[in-house]
């Protein structure tokens, strides 16, 4: 099993900066990629960052430039930068993990971020 304990959401104006971090614990040694999600009101969830155990990383263009995602493998942290946050940006944001062995996916249980215009 894989905890996954997601952090540092919040209100921010548009145009401001975030930090996500999410804490990974237990099975920490099975985990392949990691991911951040956002989930808007109303709308499927989306994927806006992977890593992969071996450092690739891919974005989407809808956030590519503006968010940057990074793990900290000593402290078993994923982190999610977001900066130039638009009122678009307003949503539940889920870390995820998948495991090497049987694909699984973990998740958090997610972190409002809400951008004021």
Same mark, same amino acid.
């Given at each position: 099993?894989?905890?996954?304990?997601?952090?540092?959401?919040?209100?921010? #104006? *548009?145009? =401001?900066?975030? %930090?996500?971090?999410? !804490?990974?614990?237990?099975?920490?040694? /099975? &985990? +392949?990629?990691?991911?951040?999600?956002? #989930? *808007?009101? =109303?709308?499927? %969830?989306?994927?806006? !960052?992977?890593?992969?155990?071996?450092? /690739? &990383? +891919?974005y989407?263009?809808?956030?590519k430039?503006?968010?940057?995602i990074? %793990?900290?493998?000593?402290?078993?942290?994923?982190?999610?930068?977001?900066n130039?946050?638009?009122?678009?940006?307003?949503?539940?944001?889920?870390?995820?993990?998948?495991?090497?062995?049987?694909?699984?996916?973990?998740?958090?249980?997610?972190?409002?971020?809400?951008?004021?215009?």
């Amino acid at each position: 099993q894989v905890q996954l304990v997601e952090s540092g959401g919040g209100l921010v #104006q *548009a145009g =401001g900066s975030l %930090r996500l971090s999410c !804490a990974a614990s237990g099975r920490i040694f /099975s &985990i +392949n990629a990691m991911y951040w999600y956002q #989930q *808007a009101p =109303g709308k499927q %969830r989306e994927l806006v !960052a992977s890593i992969t155990s071996g450092g /690739s &990383i +891919n974005y989407p263009d809808s956030v590519k430039g503006r968010f940057t995602i990074s %793990r900290d493998n000593a402290k078993n942290t994923l982190y999610l930068q977001m900066n130039s946050l638009k009122p678009e940006d307003t949503a539940v944001y889920y870390c995820a993990a998948t495991e090497y062995a049987t694909g699984r996916k973990y998740w958090g249980q997610g972190t409002q971020v809400t951008v004021s215009s």
